[in-house]
């Protein structure tokens, strides 16, 4: 079965700083795209991070361009997002999804970040 | 690309046909045009891929449809467990990265 497990996740202050992992299983990690999608509170979807199966070709919206960082680690199976600047906007909910025929399939349980002084 | 799906909020029984939409501001390249089910504390579900395409394990009730800018999903006939919240999404390829809509409401009449 094909899963995925966000970690991370926490209270972080403003201007602040954290890390995400997505751990992966039951699938051929290195050959397939992955994404991070948040969702804030009473809000809708947003994609805001996406790679290649390489991880040479990382790609953002602008609305997070320069302060998010993606990479992985295929030796580890896990993906991560490194977030900086973070503003009380960044408040949300974190999840990590396999990227396959223009869509995102399978999705993990997703990681609460709240940024609050 | 913009998303926009309507009808915001949608009121339906259980037992009824529910149509949703999701225009596109340009052509969404390869048919690259997703739908999925959010219900609260749950992760995004995937419904349909490719604009048509029904994801593994999805009824044969939700059937999506369209081309270019104009895309719908078709609920035929409504299950309790189908009242959510339904978005729309595309992946671009020039530049890379996906778009979702805001989403609509699919709540009990």
């Known amino acids: 079965e094909e899963q995925l497990l966000e970690s991370g996740g926490g209270l972080v202050q403003p201007g602040g700083s954290l890390r995400l992992s997505c751990a992966a299983s039951?699938?051929?990690?290195?050959?397939?795209?992955l994404s991070w999608v948040r969702q804030a509170p009473g809000r809708g979807l947003e994609w805001v991070s996406g790679i290649t199966g390489s991880g040479s070709s990382p790609y953002y919206p602008d609305s997070v361009k320069g302060r998010f960082t993606i990479s992985r680690d295929n030796s580890k199976n896990t993906l991560y997002l490194q977030m900086t600047s973070l503003s009380a906007e960044d408040t949300a909910v974190y999840y990590c999804?396999?990227?396959?025929?223009?869509?995102?399939?399978?999705w993990g349980q997703g990681t609460m970040v709240t940024v609050s002084s | 690309i913009v998303l926009t799906q309507s009808p915001g909020t949608l009121s339906l029984s259980p037992g009824e046909r529910a149509t949703l939409s999701c225009r596109a501001s340009q052509s969404v390249s390869n048919n690259y045009l997703g739908w999925y089910q959010l219900k609260p504390g749950q992760a995004p579900r995937l419904l349909i891929y490719g604009a048509s395409t029904r994801a593994t394990g999805i009824p044969d009730r939700f059937s999506g449809s369209g081309s270019g800018t104009d895309f719908t999903l078709t609920i035929s006939r409504l299950e309790p467990e189908d009242f959510a919240v339904y978005y729309c999404q595309q992946f671009a390829t020039s530049p890379r990265g996906y778009t979702f809509g805001q989403g609509t409401k699919l709540e009990i009449k």
């Open positions: 039951g699938f051929s990690f290195s050959t397939n795209g």
């Open positions: 999804a396999i990227g396959r025929m223009g869509s995102l399939d399978v």
